[in-house]
């Protein structure tokens, strides 16, 4: 996630809650995308540190737990870059030019200056922070979906390109045979049943038999899995995308809640501030007088319902708006409680790292050896196919 500062329920609700739970059921790398950051904002980076703190500690509030995910710090990683170099020699221009949110975002932020080599390759960036850990699932709303899509493109093309191994299928059958007899067979019946008669049943058995084969290397994974597909050795993987159950949340304008907008509430906001803000919060337009009837599905507030608010009170909503039988303050109460019985835990989680940063710091020194080792591991195959693996 690009650090923008303290999160707002948007984000949460957007994405912290999957990742929550996630890191569950997954191994999973979470990071602050602070090179990201400067693609559109370089020349204001005296706000970049602080928004790096303030975001991790919004994402240890909201439940992300560093004894059970890697959390880091993008350039804390230098190997991100290296890769990101490495690749930027074989991608074509044209695939930078044609991803949808590269010219979306030039027409959106008009008043920046973003002819910049930096941001035409940020969508290579991106596909070389997912690749360096080989992910095979990347959790993401739809409209990063193409950004995945050129992620699978540049590690087909890579390993296309350099996956040539001398003497690849001598090696894929020795390491075939560290299977074990049973699976061996298991493996070859698989092999031949996909590349001969195309049965895309046998291919996910057969990366499932090798998920569970922890007896061989690195190394040899990778060729069984290049040898059972019929490609060469397979040195990135070629990511998923995990579409998840992200609802969009309106600011208090009715606009999508964003800080740069003023509209947002932020997880930590003061109880306070946050009624003062749901009462003023704009409602379907058609009420302007209390005994006036009106539209939940024109109103912002409605969309809150949803994502806070039980089947009763959903209900309770849509007949007394209709009718006029409550009043817009009201309405909101429900939605007032709730987000406020939500925001306490997270924060109580947070105080403690508010009150010695040094936490945030230690965790995130942890999580970025962690996450260095994985990535000068790719990083070692990268050089070697590339030729540069000389000393």
């Given amino acids: 996630m690009r650090p923008t500062g303290a999160m707002h329920i948007g984000h949460f609700h957007g994405a912290l809650k999957n990742w929550v739970r996630m890191q569950d059921e997954h191994p999973c790398f979470f990071l602050v995308a602070d090179w990201h950051a400067l693609t559109t904002h370089y020349d204001s980076p005296e706000v970049l540190e602080k928004s790096v703190w303030d975001m991790l500690i919004d994402w240890f509030a909201a439940g992300i737990e560093p004894t059970k995910a890697t959390v880091f710090i993008q350039s804390r990683v230098p190997?991100?870059?290296?890769?990101?170099?490495?690749?930027a020699m074989c991608t074509p221009l044209?695939?930078?030019?044609r991803v949808p949110t590269y010219k979306d975002q030039m027409e959106r932020l008009r008043d920046r200056d973003l002819s910049t080599y930096g941001f035409l390759g940020y969508p290579l960036m991106q596909a070389s922070d997912?690749?360096?850990?080989?992910?095979?699932?990347?959790?993401?709303?739809?409209?990063?979906?193409?950004?995945?899509?050129?992620?699978?493109?540049?590690?087909?093309?890579f390993n296309h390109l350099f996956g040539r191994e001398p003497g690849f299928e001598e090696k894929a059958l020795a390491a075939v045979r560290k299977l074990g007899a049973r699976r061996s067979k298991l493996y070859l019946e698989l092999r031949a049943r996909y590349q001969e008669h195309g049965d895309e049943a046998a291919l996910e058995q057969g990366h499932a038999l090798l998920a569970q084969s922890q007896s061989v290397s690195h190394g040899d994974r990778e060729r069984l899995f290049g040898y059972l597909e019929g490609a060469r050795r397979l040195i990135l993987v070629e990511p998923e995308a995990v579409l998840t159950?992200?609802?969009?949340?309106?600011?208090l304008d009715g606009q999508k809640m964003s800080k740069s907008y003023g509209n947002d509430i932020s997880m930590r906001e003061e109880p306070k501030a946050l009624t003062e803000k749901i009462r003023k919060m704009v409602t379907d337009p058609a009420r302007v007088r209390r005994s006036d009837p009106g539209d939940p599905d024109r109103c912002p507030v409605w969309q809150l319902h949803r994502v806070y608010s039980n089947d009763a009170t959903q209900a309770w909503v849509q007949k007394g708006c209709r009718t006029a039988g409550i009043g817009c303050l009201e309405c909101k109460q429900p939605v007032i409680e709730a987000m406020l019985a939500e925001q306490e835990p997270w924060r109580q989680r947070a105080q403690p790292y508010l009150d010695d940063p040094s936490l945030v710091r230690s965790i995130v020194a942890d999580g970025c050896d962690r996450a260095r080792a994985v990535a000068q591991e790719t990083m070692r195959d990268v050089r070697e196919a590339m030729g540069l693996g000389y000393s």
């Fill in 79 to 87: 190997e991100h870059a290296e890769l990101f170099l490495l690749l």
């Fill in 94 to 97: 044209g695939w930078l030019e």
């Fill in 130 to 157: 997912i690749l360096i850990y080989r992910s095979n699932l990347v959790p993401v709303g739809e409209d990063q979906v193409p950004h995945i899509e050129m992620a699978r493109e540049m590690a087909r093309r």
């Fill in 245 to 251: 159950n992200s609802p969009r949340l309106p600011g």
